[in-house]
């Protein structure tokens, strides 16, 4: 075979060997783009999950038992951790202001909503949970405004409704009907918080419209069933002609119903707050006239919302009030 044929060949056979051992990128490019579904998606960033913690005044009163349920349906429907922790009573403020203090110490929570028992003596370590960066919801009553100027505690949303409104409803529901010359009393909750004093005006703007109606007497109870019963039955001594009570809320009409039973007395009215699962069926048998639904659940659930949405980076409104619901035998459940 003729030299330059065997050498032409070797050429043409090193080419062929060399192109079919090359590896084709763009082949492979074609390939992958070809079946995207196939290719394995980027794990996308976990998503942060809040620690909120629910700082009520007791969980003696149904009140606030309503209040952690709404807290734990935003619980689930949000997927955030949620601590709860209460005083052992209404008036528990030493309590309350330790409990702040250690989940601040414990700094693993990202927002508390707080239901005052006291609407100035809590100003100050909530002052301090925001200087460490917990995020500050301020559920059912309401925290001194000058106080909070006073330490720079800015930026606390408010949740709740009109309390004053709600407490008008109510004792406009017993006195609106009264025609001859008629005492009342009001029992109040603790004095230095805001929803007791405003829900006071309350009724004694309702009773104040009625020129029948004399309040002969006004009294704290400080929330409380027993401490009601015996208010009251101090206040009959006194005033033993009494028709119509208001209590800032249900516990303490409780009370005072406890009294009315006990000394016989079934022509006296009274008108509450709460609308508590356990006042319905006083509704229904007459031995309580009125009381106001303040949506306890949906308070915490709303607190929910906004503390998250706080840490996620929104302006939130600074007041929001829910709906007062007035409550009669009409409507009681």
Not at 76 to 86: A, C, H, Q, R, S
Not at 167 to 191: C, D, M, N, R
Not at 292 to 306: E, L, P, R, S
Not at 307 to 314: F, H, K, M, V
Request: charged share 20%.
């Amino acid at each position: 075979m003729d030299k330059k044929i065997i050498i032409t060949l070797c050429l043409i056979m090193a080419f062929l060997w060399t192109a079919c051992s090359k590896p084709t990128s763009d082949t492979s490019l074609l390939a992958s783009q070809s079946t995207p579904v196939e290719a394995q998606p980027e794990a996308s960033p976990e998503t942060k999950k809040y620690t909120i913690a629910l700082v009520m005044k007791t969980l003696t009163n149904p009140f606030f038992v309503e209040m952690e349920k709404g807290a734990r349906q935003a619980e689930k429907e949000f997927g955030i951790n949620l601590i709860v922790k209460t005083g052992a009573q209404e008036t528990s403020v030493e309590q309350q202001i330790t409990i702040i203090e250690e989940l601040i110490i414990d700094k693993k929570v990202d927002a508390i909503l707080i239901a005052p028992a006291d609407s100035v003596q809590l100003i100050p370590v909530l002052k301090k949970a925001q200087e460490a960066g917990i995020v500050i919801i301020n559920l059912d009553n309401i925290l001194d405004a000058q106080s909070m100027e006073k330490v720079g505690l800015t930026g606390v949303p408010f949740i709740s409704v009109d309390n004053e409104k709600g407490a008008y409803l109510s004792a406009s529901y017993i006195s609106a009907k009264v025609t001859t010359p008629t005492q009342a009393i009001i029992l109040e909750g603790i004095p230095t918080a805001k929803n007791a004093q405003d829900r006071k005006a309350g009724a004694v703007r309702a009773f104040g419209e009625n020129s029948n109606i004399k309040i002969v007497a006004s009294e704290t109870a400080h929330w409380k069933i027993d401490e009601a019963n015996q208010v009251t039955a101090q206040l009959f001594k006194q005033y033993p002609d009494v028709k119509l009570i208001f209590c800032a809320n249900d516990m303490m009409a409780f009370g005072a119903i406890q009294y009315l039973k006990e000394s016989g007395k079934t022509d006296v009215q009274v008108a509450a707050y709460d609308a508590l699962a356990e006042a319905m069926p006083m509704l229904k048998d007459g031995t309580l006239q009125a009381t106001i639904d303040q949506q306890a659940a949906q308070q915490a659930y709303t607190g929910v919302q906004f503390a998250i949405r706080a840490l996620n980076g929104e302006t939130l409104p600074p007041l929001t009030l829910l709906d007062v619901l007035l409550v009669t035998r009409e409507n009681a459940k």
